[in-house]
């Protein structure tokens, strides 16, 4: 007999908190390789207001197009940018 496998989603907690978070490193990048805001901003030809939200992880969704810009421009890979930060518990 066939058993039905749980869906895992469907664990997933409501509580966002609980699901653990992701952390936008740009900031750290930034200090790392003694990078003003201002510099980021012409290099990437991006408004200052953008990178300021993302450098202090104010965005609530990433744009891939951004994302490649900051990558590029900072010759870094997606996993230096982003980070996955389980929940405690």
């Known amino acids: ?4 496998k ?3 989603l ?6 966002p908190e609980k699901r653990g978070k992701i952390k936008i490193r740009l900031e750290d990048i930034l200090k790392e390789r003694d990078i003003s ?4 901003s012409f290099r990437a030809e991006m ?4 990178l300021r939200n993302y450098r202090d992880n104010k965005v609530q969704r990433l744009d891939i197009d951004i994302l ?9 890979d997606l996993t230096d940018l982003i980070e996955y930060i389980p929940p405690e518990d």
């Open 68 to 76: 490649l810009r900051l990558c590029y421009v900072l010759e870094c």
């Open 10 to 15: 469907r664990l997933l907690p409501a509580d």
């Open 47 to 50: 408004q200052r207001t953008q």
């Open 37 to 40: 805001l201002n510099q980021l």
């Open 6 to 8: 749980e869906n895992p």
């Open 1 to 4: 007999m066939y058993k039905k």
